[in-house]
T-cell receptor, first 115, second 118 residues
């Protein structure tokens, strides 16, 4: 009964080779988030969607893009991965981004390795 | 701007001992506060949250936290640690996003790794 599902759990790609990570949710939540988490660090927000409205963090590199084709799915595209992009990528959802007391629900993440 | 400080990047306790993980926040408006737990190679799981009302909040797995406005703190406690509590714990405060003010984001502390003494 997983509610936020990330595929794959582990992804290996080559330096500079585009890669896409996927996230799906069964919660019908309005907001979907993508975070990058490096070892022993807090998650760092890359961007989020409120419904179809895309919100990019100011310091998110242009190399990172996202797509949300429908309520249930959201994708993270890394156009030209560098060694520094090796990390755990976490997807999260929340019911209503306008209500700041709503918790976020996280998937189990995709661990990305760059060769 | 809101921020969160977790005192102690690493806490080690013995099974059955009290767990105390410290979190202080900075916020210009009444905050909403959260504790999340992260087990190895997994996502974050909500332990508990404070929004309004009772300042002592009970969460899952026997954890609780108390919101103290005068001390700007939201420390996490558990009376008796269990081996399965070994994990990373993140305190977070909600902030209003910059996108028209209608979205909210979480600001996380740097995390505290809880390990169990053998």
């Amino acid at each position: 009964d997983a509610m936020v599902i990330q595929n794959p759990r582990y992804q290996v790609t080559q330096f500079g080779k585009p890669v896409t990570l996927s996230c799906s949710q069964t919660l019908n939540h309005n907001v979907m988030y993508w975070y990058q988490q490096k070892s022993s660090q807090a998650p760092k927000l890359l961007f989020h969607y409120y419904d179809k409205d895309f919100n990019n963090e100011a310091d998110t590199p242009d190399n990172f893009q996202s797509r949300r084709p429908n309520t249930s799915f959201c994708f993270l595209d890394i156009r030209s991965p560098g060694l520094g992009d090796a990390a755990m990528y976490l997807c999260a959802t929340s019911r209503d981004g306008q209500a700041s007391n709503q918790p976020q629900h996280f998937g189990d993440g995709t661990r990305l390795s760059i060769l | 701007a809101q921020s969160v400080t977790q005192l102690g990047s690493h806490v080690s306790v013995s099974e059955g001992a009290l767990v105390l993980l410290r979190c202080n926040y900075s916020s210009s408006v009444p905050p909403y506060l959260f504790w999340y737990v992260q087990y190895p190679n997994q996502g974050l799981q909500l332990l508990l949250k404070y929004t309004t009302g009772a300042t002592l909040v009970k969460g899952i797995n026997g954890f609780e936290a108390e919101f103290k406005k005068s001390e700007t703190s939201f420390h996490l406690t558990k009376p008796s640690a269990h081996m399965s509590d070994a994990a990373e714990y993140f305190c977070a405060v909600s902030v209003t996003g910059n996108s028209g003010g209608s979205n909210y984001k979480l600001t996380f502390g740097k995390g505290t790794l809880l390990t169990m003494n053998p």
